[in-house]
């Protein structure tokens, strides 16, 4: 290799470290370009390792991922502990009865009474008497003697649910379960059976209550407080549907105060929990394993199960339950009243702000009511300071009485309020009704504003009714001839002059309708009248 030399000793020196450091250069971009090269190489080894050990894991075994799962689980309601306390204390009712005989003794037939009655020179006596076993000294057709049969044995007729309310075995339970019933099995959760004797009914309320027999100390349940119950509150029922023994359903309240039609004293409570035939008689309970209701009926257009059930509320059946297990019966208060919904027309012709309160319609001689002042055609607006809603209100107000017992009634009357005090009866068994009496006539008639043609009744005791036009008023509010008007705006009436007289009043009053008594078959009505 030439050297070139340009210049003195230094610039040699200062040529030759520039050599130096171009040939350092170069071969610093060799090592970076060898690096570089198997930088690439490894990673490229790397990839195809793990390529291939991927290749050749997922032959042996495969790689799975973790199960999924929340470290923190959302908490959801549990009635798993509610259902432990109370399960023991709630039983499968099981009701037998003797099946009652196919036919009467003197008919051959079912369904085909009365041959017994046929005349002795009846064609057909004689058939009969054979086939009884009658006029063969005593045997039957060909000779054969009649089958005689022994006692019948009792059997099963229904099933549903119950629950023990103290540890020595009373049980409550719905009296259609058990009527008609001559012997009762209690079902306990851990499958002993018992039986049990009757206690007590009540129809009115569907409820009775049963004592198991036995020595032995039961689990059992309280009632709640219904004062603390609220439409959302979560509720589990319990009983033995379609026969199945222990099943637990839950759900919420879903309404209060239900009128389902089944008597007076209707004030179910609506839950949505699953309740199906054979959970009649069983508890609803609380999230503090208390009873809120017993389960009695459900909506079904079906058959089954559509989330609608009705529960009698736990304040009832305490009051009910403590009566039977004292006296066997129920003894409730009575007016002695036919009562009827205030309307808003009938409020407004009575000077009432709000539709609300019991129509008396009529009062039984000789009853409380009649004895306490109350006069058909008051409206009974609150009871011992509680404000009346309805008739079905009133009735559970005064059947949560006992008998004899005083109680304050506040009446609306001829525009104000009035208050009574009256000694409540004692219910009798069968509804009462009270009866009057009228004569049919026909005397000359006068003709009113309402499109009524009326004439003093034969007793002197308001109008009777003789005519009443077509497309009228009084034919719209449903007036018909042969009614009598006794009262217009809870005052007596005798003529045409006083029912008009009465009208004007009401105007004056501000009033768009007159408040009209009338006897109709024997029974009392009251209807309104638009004043024209």
Known sequence: MATYLLGNGNHLH?????????????????????????IATVATLALTGAVGLGAISTGVAPVLADPVKLSQPVEAPSFADVVELVSPAVVSVRVSSVAPEAAAAGSPFPGMPGFEDLPPDHPLRRFFDQFRGEGQQGQGPRGMRPRERGPQKPRP???GSGFFISEDGYIVTNNHVVEGGSEYTVVMSDGTELQADLV??????????????SSKKFTYVDFADESKMRVGDWVVAVGNPFGLGGTVTAGIISARGRDIGASFYDDFIQIDAAVNRGNSGG????????????????????????????????????????DLIKDGAVERGWLGVQIADVSKEIAESVGLADAKGALINDVNSGEAAEKGGIKAGDIIISVNGDDVASSRDLARK??????????????WRNG?????????????????????STKDQAPEATETNFGLSVTPADDGNGLLVTDVKPDSDAESSGILPGDIIRSVNSKPISSAKDMKAA?????????NRIFVQIV?????????????
């Not at 005064?398 to 009446?411: H, L, M, R, Y």
């Open 398 to 411: 005064i059947g949560n009485q006992k008998p004899n017992a005083d109680v304050e009634v506040v009446v």
């Open 520 to 532: 109709r078959d024997n029974a009392n009505r009251f209807i309104t009248l638009p004043i024209s």
């Open 14 to 38: 200062s040529l030759t470290s520039a050599k130096r450091s171009i040939s350092n250069m170069n071969s610093e971009k060799k090592t970076f370009r060898a690096r570089k090269s198997l």
């Open 157 to 159: 007729s229904a099933q």
């Open 416 to 436: 104000k309020t009035e208050t009574l005090s009256v000694k409540l009866g004692k219910m009798p068994g069968a509804e009462q009704t009270a009866r009057a």
């Open 283 to 322: 508890p609803t309970f609380n999230l503090a394993g208390e009873v809120v209701g017993v389960n009695t009926a459900i909506f079904s257009p079906s058959g089954g199960n559509v989330g609608i059930a009705f529960a009698i509320p736990a304040a009832l059946v305490k009051n009910v339950v403590d």
């Open 200 to 213: 007590g009914t009540d129809p009115r309320t569907d409820l009775a209550v049963l004592k198991a027999q």
């Open 503 to 511: 009208a004007d009043e009401a105007r004056k009053a501000g009033r």
